[in-house]
């Protein structure tokens, strides 16, 4: 595509509830990321793949979030139990390599009500 | 460790007068630096990078220069227009993490005609 597409734009589920972010990279991407913006705040970086694997999920803010991206291209984000501090603007970011222009999607606002 | 200290917004400014908007930074090392911009209901874009110390960024109007002896990377444009309103974003890479970016905390730009 000629973007990072993430999907749903928005979603709203109840405390404790599962949910999946979906994030397509641009293709031919090896890395990609995935940040968390809190209102008024500036991406928080939570976990980092190089093709298929998690090269980097140090912050990841505990055992609830897990991330996959089983064929190198398309990740999700999941959230187990999610809680109200959940709430935020999930953003993925591709880029070809690490030292390339990383480009962001619209991102996912994620609204635990 | 790495962090990024932007100025507080928002920033209200009438139409084509000088901005300035401050980036402070901590790093390992002489990262590339870079100003992301996010419009209103888009998502993160590239707006200017510098990659070495002295470096001058710039696009749009905008210019960044990359002072090592201040660990500084300062946002300016000389004359905003309207459709400049949107949140900045100053950012450093982590190399060594696999290129994750360190923000600062955004600061909301609003310029009125």
């Known amino acids: 595509g000629a973007g990072v597409s993430q999907t749903p734009s928005n979603k709203v589920t109840e405390k404790g509830k599962y949910v999946e972010l979906r994030c397509d990279p641009i293709?031919?991407?090896?890395?990609l990321y995935w940040y968390r913006q809190s209102l008024g705040q500036g991406p928080e970086f939570l976990i980092y793949?190089?093709?298929?694997?998690?090269?980097?999920d140090s912050g990841l803010p505990n055992d609830r979030f897990f991330a996959v991206r089983p064929e190198g291209s398309v990740s999700t984000l999941k959230i187990q139990r999610t809680e109200r501090g959940d709430s935020a603007v999930y953003l993925c970011?591709?880029?070809?390599?690490?030292?390339?222009?990383?480009?962001f999607g619209q991102g996912t606002r994620l609204t635990v009500v | 460790g790495n962090s990024v200290t932007q100025m507080e917004g928002p920033v209200t400014l009438s139409e084509e007068a000088f901005l300035t908007i401050n980036c402070t930074y901590t790093?390992?090392?002489?990262?590339?630096l870079f100003w992301y911009v996010q419009y209103p209901g888009e998502g993160l874009q590239l707006l200017l990078k510098a990659t070495k110390a002295d470096d001058k960024g710039s696009n749009k109007g905008f210019e960044a220069t990359y002072r090592k002896e201040t660990t500084s990377f300062h946002l300016e444009k000389g004359s905003v227009q309207v459709s400049d309103s949107a949140v900045y974003f100053c950012a450093l890479p982590v190399y060594n993490q696999g290129g994750k970016l360190i923000f600062g905390q955004g600061t909301e730009l609003s310029v009125k005609p």
């Open positions: 793949f190089q093709g298929t694997g998690a090269a980097d």
């Open positions: 970011a591709s880029r070809e390599t690490v030292n390339t222009e990383a480009f």
């Open positions: 293709s031919g991407h090896t890395a």
């Open positions: 790093a390992t090392g002489y990262p590339s």
